[in-house]
C-alpha cells in the first residue's frame, strides 16, 4: 500500500462523517435517559470514561490487527491464528481490568461525594457486564472491520478505528442504561 495525504483524506472524511453520525445518536440516547440520570447522578460519574474505554480497548486491538496484515503475520481471512488469538486475549484481559476498575473507582467516589447511585457491591458488576458484553461487540466489528477494510485496498487504521470509537458510545450506553435498569 502506498499512502499520500489524498488517499489518507480519502479514505477517512467519509468514515469521520459516518462517526460524528453515530456519536450523535449516542448523545440522543443518553439525553432520551436523562430521567435516569437525574434519579441517580451517581451514574454521571462513569458515563466519559465508560464511553471511551470500549473503543479504546478495541481500537488497539484493530491497530494491531492492521499491524500484523500489513507485516503479512496474518491473512485477511477468518481463520483461528495464534496472533489473533493471543490479540483477542489480550484484550478481553484489559477490557476485564478496566471496567472492573472503573466500577470499583466510581462506586467509591459516588460513596465520597455521597452521590445517590446504585450499591457500591453492584456498581462493579454493571460495568463489567455491559462493558465486557460492548468489547465483545466491538471486537466482532474490529476483526471483520479490518479484515475486509484491508482486503479492499484500504488501510483499516483510517477506517475501522473512528467506527469502533463512535459506535462504542451508542452500544455501551445502550448495554449500561439496559443492565442499570435490569438491575434496579
Do not use: Q
Not at 4 to 25: D, H, Y
Not at 57 to 83: E, Y
Not at 128 to 136: C, E, I, K
Amino acid at each position: 500500500m502506498i499512502y499520500s495525504m489524498k488517499t489518507i483524506l480519502e479514505e477517512s472524511i467519509p468514515v469521520l462523517l459516518l462517526a460524528g453520525a453515530l456519536s450523535i445518536c449516542a448523545g440522543l440516547i443518553l439525553h432520551n435517559n436523562s430521567d435516569l440520570l437525574f434519579t441517580l447522578p451517581g451514574i454521571l460519574v462513569i458515563i466519559p470514561s465508560f464511553n471511551n474505554m470500549g473503543g479504546s480497548v478495541t481500537s488497539v486491538l484493530c491497530c494491531r490487527l492492521s499491524s500484523a496484515l500489513h507485516m503479512g503475520m496474518i491473512r485477511p481471512k477468518l481463520k483461528k491464528t495464534k496472533t489473533l488469538e493471543r490479540n483477542i486475549f489480550a484484550t478481553l484481559i484489559i477490557a476485564i481490568i478496566s471496567f472492573l476498575a472503573l466500577g470499583l473507582a466510581a462506586g467509591g467516589f459516588n460513596m465520597i461525594l455521597g452521590l445517590k447511585s446504585i450499591d457500591i457491591l453492584i456498581f462493579p458488576f454493571v460495568t463489567l457486564a455491559a462493558g465486557f458484553v460492548t468489547v465483545l461487540i466491538l471486537m466482532t466489528v474490529s476483526v471483520l472491520f479490518s479484515y475486509i477494510s484491508y482486503s479492499r485496498g484500504l488501510d483499516p487504521d483510517n477506517m475501522v478505528i473512528p467506527v469502533l470509537t463512535s459506535l462504542g458510545d451508542i452500544v455501551g450506553v445502550l448495554l449500561l442504561f439496559l443492565i442499570l435498569t435490569l438491575v434496579m
